[in-house]
Structure formats: C-alpha cells, structure tokens
C-alpha cells in the first residue's frame, strides 16, 4: 500500500548532502531504502540516488534485493535497473552463488533488463533445473520477458507432408528429431512432445543458441500451465489472522498482497489470477517496466462486508462490484464466488449420492429381470411336467376316444397356464421396463441439473476473474506506466480503454491474448453509430469521470457509450502497435499534463490526424463481425502492405497462397510461406 512520505524531509536532507565537497553517503541511503515506515516513494528515491554512485552504490543495492519485503526488493530493483550494465554481473554471479533468497531475487531483478540480460541467459537457463519450483519460476520468467523484448520467435519444424509444428527442438541427432510443439486450442495452449525421423522432415529453422534458454522457458511455461493450477496454488503460502469462527487469509505475490475472509482457497485462486494477469500485462507492453510495489487487494466475501469497509475507509458506499483506489494504491471487491462454490459442491454431493441409489435400484432391477426370467422358465417347465403326469396318471383308466378327449383338455389347460404365466411376465416386464425408463430420464435431469450449476458456477467465475482483470490493469496502470510527475493527470479514455481491452482478452493462464470482441460491447456500439448517436472522439478524449460514473440509472446509456468507445478506440489503435510502448504512453500523459488539448495530444499517440482516425474507427466498427481473429505474423517485407503482423483469419490456403480475412473485413491474398506464425486462439 502507498503510504504517506513520513521520512521524505530526512531523505530529501540526506541526498542534499551531496554538495561541492562532500558525496552522499551509501550506508545512509542503504538505512533509508529499508526504513521500516518509508514510502515507496521514498525507498525508489533512496535507490535511484545508490543506483547513481555507481559502483558504491550498488551492494547497498544488493543487499536490500533479497530483503523480505517485496516493497524494499522491488525498490531495489528499480536502482538496479537504474544502474545499467554494470549491475548485470552482480546479478549473474548472486543468481549463481548467492543463498536462495539472493537467487530468487536475482533471477527476477534480471529480467527488469529485457532484452540488455543476455549475458544473465546461461545462469536463468541452470535455474530452470536447479529443482527448486520457486526459482525456476522466476528464473522461467524473466527469460519469458527478455524473449519478448528480443522478439525471438518459437522454432518451427516442416514436415515433407507440409504439416508445421512450431515450438522447440528439444533432442536431434542423425536419425531423428526431438519437437517440443505448442498447440493452443479450447482449453488453453499444451505442449506435445514428438519424435519425427529426418526422412520425414522437410526443414527446421532453429533459433541462436543464445535464444535457446528463452525458448525453453516458454516451453516450460506451458508445461507448468498442463499440470494444473491447483498444484501451483497449493505452493503459494497462505497467512491468517484472527479466530478461527472469523478468519481472514492473505497471500504475498509478487504484484500483489491479497487479503480475503473468504476460504483458503478461494484466496489462493484470486491471488494466482490475479498475478498472472499482471505478468500478462508485462508481456504485452514491448519494452521493460520498472518494478513496483505489492498493490493491496482486499475481496469482501459478503455484500455487507463490503459496505462495511467502504463506509470505514472512505465514509461512503459505492455499488461497482470492484475499484481501484489510487491514493491507496488498493483494489477493493465483493465476490460471493466461495458462496456458489460451496452450493454446487453440495448439490454435487447430493446428486452424486442420488446417482450412487440410482446404480443400487438399476442394479436390483437387473437382478429382478434376471429372476423373473428364471421363475418364468421354471413355472413353464412344472406345468408341462404335471401336464405330463396328469396324462400319465388317468390315461391308464381310459378308453381311446376318452383318453383324446382327456388328453385335449390337459392341453388346454396347459396352454391357458403358459398364457397366463406369459401375460403375467409380460406384465412384470413392462412395469421394470417402465421404471427403468423413469430412472434413466432422472438421471438425465440429474446430469442437466449438474451442467446448469456448474455453467452457472462457471459463468460467475469468469465474471469475478474479468472485474479482478480490469481493476488490476488500473493498478498496473499507476504502477508501469504513469510516473510520479502525472501524479493528478487523469487520461480517462486511456485507462478505461485499456482496462476494459485486458478485460475482454482470451487468457489461457500463461499468455494474453488481446483484441478479443465482446458481442455485448459491439453490438451496443454499432446501433450507436446507426442512429448517429456515438460519441465523437473528441469529446470521449475530453471525457471525465462523470462521463464514465453511474450516479442515477438514467446515466447507464451515457457510461457505457464512454465506456465502450473507449474499448473500440483502444482496440483500434492498439492492432497498429500504439498501445504496447509504455513510454508513448507516458508522453501522451505528459502532454496532457503540459496542458497539450487533448485532440492535439491524441495525434501524437495516433501517429494520424483526429479526423482520419474517427473516419477509421467508424468504418472499422460498421464492417466489424465481432468474430474472432488471431494475431498473424508475416517474415519481414512480406505482409500486407508491409505489415509485420494482422489480426484476421486465414480462410482457406491453396496453391500456395494464403487468404486472409482482415478484422476490417477486407480479404487478402499472401504466399503461404510468408506467414511466420499462426495460431488459432481460445
């Protein structure tokens, strides 16, 4: 949580000591940086100042990275990144030699330097393997991040067949070769391993060998992601406080400290969410972000609850199921997800208990069939025998014509006993037959009733995990891209866009996929631009909060208009690169600052002319069918217009040639073998 600066006078006079005869003194800067009460303000101030004495400054540096706060470590990381090249070797030789704590801490402070860690990628590639889960996943990160900054592409492996796998080559020699492939489909992108002679192999484009490490880790990234997330949950460690009849439980992640009364688990879950998706946001924006502060996130686990927080911290009551508070640098939300969890595992419970009775009756009834048929059987078979006996018995005392006359009423008799027995069995049949019919069809209502609560379950589910992804943007937003000096400088567009641009994106819990259409979204904004009623971009740029906020029901149509054109306008510009450069984004926010007008600021970001990006952005939302598209990657100079990737759909490739249907509608023809990548997304 971002406090208030107690301490910044005495930092503000140990860094004036720097004067014509005299240097700042480490150790001072060294005590201020782990300052129990410091604000992360301070404590950053603190470590630029160690990371500008150079060689001096950077054991102090050092030293406060293995600290167990994340906030003094994260600090630390700032003045390491601020140090440049010359922190690189310190890190390489604590993530080689140091204490775990030291290697944990270098492992990610090296990938703060993106693309500048090569020298670190040998060392990251041994922690991979070093046995320890906690290092190799920071280890796993921070080549994840370098391999973005660099651009490394994932190997790609032809078959004679033209079939194409792209992944990493895992084991070669002369006979055959080992392909890790990665294939991203319904439930999440997997990594299948497979072994393919050399005589069925039309070519393998490999990466430098320097780039392997970053290729491994992606592999490895999917593989953790296969084997489940409730086993990467389980190693997060859970504190708690209080009574055990009123429980609360907190998780430390590197992005976040997250604090819940609701179960263990449950907090364990939003936590793992939530920092995957901000190491997703990492991922997306294409150069390094300077390290920042646990945000706090408090989840209420009832509606009062939450009231009750809201009316205590800020002595009003808001309905938003979730918000961002940058003054205290604080997610606050109500989720009664654990409630419906809870609810569907006792109706499970319950039905699985009905099912087990269910089995038991269809057993017994089985049993009953199999009996009936033997009585039946058996009944037949003593009539025809007293038949025969009843014949044998009289016969002897009659004459011929008595004796066929004798003989025709036995069978008779016979013959309207097997009726009977027939009829009767018949009748037993139909009514075991009957029941079986009904149980089966309760079982079937059983089974519907069980994909109802779950689809419920799961549709609540990905409603909290959306509000967690657009409040953690916000948080990611103050902490990655605005700077101390836009403190006040609220770009609204900006940050609502985004926010709700991360919100809609495919997530497969290692990688963000963004640009996904939200049916709802468009669909509200298309019959705005029928009836001429969308907001111009001028006024959604000039946009405020009470252009975004609901006060009365009567401002629903208003707040979605800004909310979602701000969404589209994101999205648009966003597929032409704009959005993914962390410092475009500051310049917009200090031009504004600066006091720039908006649509003058605007054109900068844009890199267009206010008038021809509204001309772009309507006609791009008319032809817009809110299918999915995917991001495709053309080899340099190959792609449409010279574009270096698109976002579209490859409809049909024939004689070579790819046809690619644009987002915008348009269709495009390119040689198959310029696409360098395409991957069909969630």
Known sequence: MRRAPFHAFALLLILATDSLSQAPDEGALGSALVQADASWDERRAAARALAGMGERGLPALLAALADPSREVSAAARVGLLAAGDAALPLLVAKLQDGTRVEKLAAARALGDFGARAEPGFPALDAGLSAGDPVLAHACRRSLVLAGRALGVALEELVRTNGAVLRGAVVEEDDEEVSFAALRR???????LVTTVPRKEIARVTRSPDIHRPI???RIEAFRERQKGEAESRNALEVRTEGPETDRVYSVETEHFFVKASAPEDFVRRAAMRLEAMALAYEDVFSTPIEPAAPATVIIASTLAEYEAIQEDLFHHVLQNPAFYRRDLDMILGYSDLHEWQADVAEARAIYQKLEKDIDGVEAELRKARRELTVDLREAREKVAALA??????NNRDLSGTARIEENKRV?????EEYESLD??????????KTYEMSLRETQARIDARQRENQELLDSVTREMFDTLAHEAFHAFFEHRIRLPEHEGVMARWLEEGLAMYFESAAFDGVELYPGESSPEWLQFLQEKNRSRSLVALDRLLAGGADDFLIHTEEETDRSNTFYYGSWYLVRLLAEEGRMNDPGALRRYLSDTLA?????????????????????TYRAHLAADDGARYE???FAPGTGPGGAARVLGRVQMRLKGEAHIRLRTGDVVVVPEGAIEQDVARR
């Not at 025969?388 to 018995?393: I, L, S």
């Not at 069978?411 to 013959?415: F, G, I, K, T």
């Open 215 to 217: 290729l491994h880790a």
């Open 388 to 393: 025969v006996e009843y014949k044998r018995a």
């Open 631 to 633: 991001w495709i990657r």
């Open 595 to 615: 006091g720039t007008a908006p649509a003058e600021a605007f054109e900068r970001l844009a890199g267009s002319s206010l008038a021809d990006v509204e001309k």
């Open 423 to 432: 009829l009767l069995g018949d009748q037993i049949k139909e009514k075991i």
């Open 411 to 415: 069978d008779v008799w016979a013959a």
């Open 185 to 191: 489909g319904e439930s999440g992108t997997t990594v």
